[in-house]
């Protein structure tokens, strides 16, 4: 089983290399987000708490997060391993999920931390539109785009979430820095390999799928 743990800041690319390394490996990838949506969508007793949460703006905590993962990764397509985006964000869930790992068999995960600068984050989300309907990603770099850039998936006019302005993504990488570090610290201590996320994305798939070889976490 391969559990992959991808760390960084909003913005640093994770949610592009999860997609990448999903097909290459042919294993899920799960951001907190997919989870917490999913789980309400299935409108049981576990959804309807994280609803009521999410609906009151709260955070969800550690002990429902772990459960809702708990959950998540009890499907079948995660018998052989998944990309974990987004989760864990402290090290609690860290804890919880190494020990979650080791009662199935597992190994503990292979944690990737995707490292860039402020300045880099707040160009690339600045310039990021989503899909509100299957919430896809793309960016506005290129002005072809213009105001009419659709959804490749549906079709449907991307937006620019209203947190994307760089007052808004100083104060969420003010947070992050300040929940990652104990989260960071807990990881160097294994399978932990810093990323330079400024490089291209084709050249950072490569770099993962390397190490991942290097490690024997990936059949040659």
Do not use: H, W
Not at 42 to 60: F, H, I, P
Not at 127 to 138: A, D, E, V, Y
Not at 145 to 153: H, I
């Amino acid at each position: 089983m391969t559990t992959i743990v991808l760390l960084g800041p909003p913005g640093s690319g994770k949610g592009t290399q999860a997609a990448e390394l999903a097909e290459n490996l042919g294993i899920p990838a799960i951001s907190t987000g997919e989870i917490l949506r999913r789980e309400v969508q299935t409108k049981s007793e576990l959804g309807a708490r994280v609803q009521t949460l999410l609906t009151s703006g709260q955070l969800v905590g550690d002990a429902l997060m772990n459960e809702v993962v708990t959950k998540r990764l009890a499907q079948p397509d995660c018998v052989d391993g998944c990309i974990l985006d987004g989760y864990p964000r402290t090290a609690q869930q860290a804890f919880f999920l190494e020990a979650l790992l080791r009662q199935g068999g597992a190994d503990p995960p292979m944690v990737f931390d995707f490292v860039v600068s402020p300045e880099e984050v707040i160009e690339r989300l600045s310039l990021r539109r989503q899909c509100p309907k299957c919430g896809m990603i793309f960016s506005a770099e290129f002005d072809v785009y213009g105001k009419d850039m659709l959804c490749d998936r549906d079709g449907t006019a991307l937006v620019r979430r209203a947190d994307d302005n760089p007052d808004a993504i100083r104060e969420r990488l003010a947070i992050y820095s300040r929940n990652s570090a104990e989260l960071v610290a807990f990881y160097k201590a294994g399978r932990y390999r810093e990323i330079r996320a400024i490089q291209s994305p084709e050249e950072i798939t490569s770099e993962l799928l390397a190490v991942l070889k290097g490690s024997n976490r990936i059949a040659v």
